[in-house]
């Protein structure tokens, strides 16, 4: 299957810890992508590959893999986190690509 | 600082095709390593994959778009553009134009998009 699923929604109190999760086959061959959106604004690029965070994005953010598995960790969870986020990753044995169904993260 | 812009038609009608432009701006469409792609997201909806083109005209498409979906870049005017054809209420969605990287980083198999265009609202009603 070249899905990715996602939990839909997931809460975390202020300054707390949160894993969102994004399982799929296609993560056994290719790393995932992870992306934020906020209401009304385009998706941003927050972390990719085994340890790659782009440049201005905080480092509470942080990405990890297990077999079938991708993480992404906010360690210290900012209202401003309060957003959906989404993984991608290319599907395995082919040359397109999916993204997760998403999930929506509230910060309490 | 590289910057993406979607531009088209706000409205179109069923049966007929949506086209949408991308013009890229702060850095060239033709620099080698990166692919240039599409992505929709229905209102209230997650966000899909639709097609990526590198600057030498190599393509790839979402399997269950591909027979309505062309993609295809113009280097000289630092623009990509994509058209769907033959579409439904269900094609109505947020475009974004994004740039799309697909590496090998220290061995992993990576891909991401960064970064994103607005994004413009394209709904399909007669």
């Keep these: ?108 | 600082q590289l910057q993406l812009q979607e531009s088209g038609p706000r409205l179109v009608k069923p049966s007929e095709t949506l086209s949408l432009t991308c013009t890229v701006s702060g850095g060239s469409i033709s620099s080698s390593s990166y692919y240039w792609g599409w992505i929709r997201q229905p209102p209230g909806r997650g966000l899909e994959w639709i097609a990526s083109i590198y600057s030498s005209g190599t393509t790839s498409y979402n399997p269950s778009l591909k027979s309505r979906v062309t993609i295809s870049v113009d280097t000289s005017k630092n623009q990509f553009s994509v058209n769907l054809s033959s579409v439904t209420a269900a094609d109505t969605a947020f475009y974004y134009c994004s740039r799309h990287r697909v590496a090998v980083v220290d061995a992993d198999k990576i891909n991401w998009f960064d970064p994103w265009g607005q994004g413009t609202l394209v709904t399909v009603s007669s």
């Design chain 1, 1 to 108: 299957s070249s899905e990715l699923t996602q939990d839909p929604a997931v809460s975390v109190a202020l300054g707390q810890t949160v894993r969102i999760t994004c399982q799929g086959d296609s993560l056994r061959n290719y790393y995932a992508s992870w992306y934020q959106q906020k209401p009304g604004q385009a998706p941003l690029l927050v972390f990719f590959g085994k340890k790659n965070r782009p440049s201005g994005i905080p480092d509470r953010f942080s990405g990890s893999n297990s077999g079938n598995t991708a993480s992404l960790t906010i360690t210290g969870a900012q209202a401003e986190d309060e957003a959906d986020y989404y993984c991608n990753c290319r599907v395995s044995g082919g040359k397109d690509y999916v993204f997760g169904t998403g999930t929506r993260v509230t910060v309490l």
